[in-house]
């Protein structure tokens, strides 16, 4: 090959010396190398003009030079890494290595890695089993739509978001409502939607009558005030059970629940039509005691949680506590259409002994504030939570 040419394109602003290739740079700023790959396995490199290239006027008068093949090791290179890696970990591997950890094994290593071991043998054989079985793909047929966990796990992690923000005063009234429904869902639809594998019928209802029986409660501060938080008051009216009770009292709630899911017949062998009329009853009772006893208490209450006055009206005549009475009633009207009687039952006896404490300390902060005006009330109105009962 000869001396290097200089090329001269007459007006062309761009003059080509094409130097000796040392070292080709493939960087993205390297405009000037357009790089193709011919079929003789040649590096290609096309010299232009940038002022050319870009005004199109001489089209016609690019230059090429070829160039040596670039040599390529990279499936060498790999396969050389992979294999140094590999021979490595069995370099690295002794018998007297073995030996030695054998001997600083304890019983409380051994205990963790059999129980490592056991659950993930058996969370390996729950999959399997599931995804065999035809009652698991039975989700991901139509009633699937009836019955989406997915949804019901993720309100439940939103509420409990929600309902750590709500301790902290920071909830919106958005979050609030998820709290509410997220518990709902899994009182009244998450238990039957487990032991049938689809919803119809009584949870469907009961999930909204949850919602308007509570909203009635909640939404006497939201015609007050605008929002749902409480206005400041003195803290003695802040009547609260032991945070153990309180959590007794749900974790029974929500068993109850359960139980009665469980313990009911099949959603679709529950009779409808005029068998039901009478737990339709119930409900208006349970919906109507709640709201009277509210209204009744909001007028004579100062902040919605001060009392004014003794109420002796409405439900009052004949109970002293309603709306703890209208939430036990709630719950056994819904135990009762799913014709759940023990666990109607069980959760009548976990609804009196939390509502018999939190009287307790009730009606002693009213004697306390009122004297002998509550105490004739008492003696006048014998009964805490059901007419000539108890």
């Known amino acids: 090959m000869g001396s290097p040419v200089v090329v001269s394109l007459n007006a062309n602003p761009c003059r080509l010396f094409p130097p000796t290739i040392n070292r080709i740079s493939l960087r993205h700023f390297n405009k000037h190398l357009v790089g193709q790959l011919s079929t003789d396995n040649t590096f290609k490199t096309t010299l232009q003009c940038p002022l050319l290239s870009a005004t199109n006027l001489y089209p016609s008068r690019n230059r090429t030079h070829f160039v040596q093949p670039i040599k390529s090791s990279y499936s060498d290179t790999t396969s050389s890494i992979l294999g140094n890696s590999a021979l490595s970990n069995f370099e690295n591997f002794s018998l007297d290595g073995l030996k030695k950890a054998i001997s600083e094994l304890n019983p409380i290593r051994v ?3 059999v129980v490592l071991g056991y659950l993930a043998v058996a969370s390996v054989k729950w999959g399997v089993s599931n995804l065999l079985s035809p009652f698991f793909w039975m989700y991901f047929s139509w009633t699937w739509l009836f019955w989406p966990w997915y949804i019901a796990i993720g309100l439940a992690i939103y509420g409990i978001y929600s309902f750590i923000k709500h301790i902290k005063g920071e909830s919106s009234v958005l979050e609030q409502l998820a709290i509410v429904t997220s518990s709902f869902t899994w009182l009244t639809l998450v238990p039957p939607g487990f032991t049938n594998g689809f919803l119809e019928g009584w949870p469907f ?9 509570f909203f009635l409660n909640t939404s006497i501060r939201k015609r007050l005030y605008g929002d749902f938080y409480p206005r400041e008051h003195d803290p003695k009216w802040d009547i609260q059970t032991p945070v153990n009770h309180r959590v007794l009292f749900c974790v029974g709630v929500m068993v109850a629940h359960w139980f009665a899911a469980f313990e009911g017949p099949q959603l679709h062998l529950i009779p409808g039509g005029w068998s039901n009329l009478g737990i339709w009853g119930l409900i208006m009772l349970t919906v109507f005691l709640q709201y009277d006893s509210s209204l009744y208490l909001a007028k004579y209450s100062e902040k919605v949680v001060v009392p004014t006055a003794v109420v ?3 439900a009052y005549r004949w109970i002293r506590h309603p709306i703890y009475a209208s939430t036990g009633l709630l719950f056994l009207s819904y135990f009762i259409a799913l014709r759940a009687p023990l666990s109607s039952l069980f959760v009548v006896a976990v609804c009196l002994m939390y509502y018999e404490q939190k009287a307790k ?6 004697v306390e504030a009122f004297g002998d005006e509550y105490t004739e009330y008492m003696n006048k109105v014998r009964y805490k939570f059901i007419p000539f009962v108890y």
């Open 361 to 366: 300390l009730e009606e002693g902060l009213m």
């Open 111 to 113: 205990c963790k890695w």
């Open 205 to 213: 209802v009961f999930f909204l009558v949850y919602h308007y029986f």
């Open 312 to 314: 002796q009206f409405g």
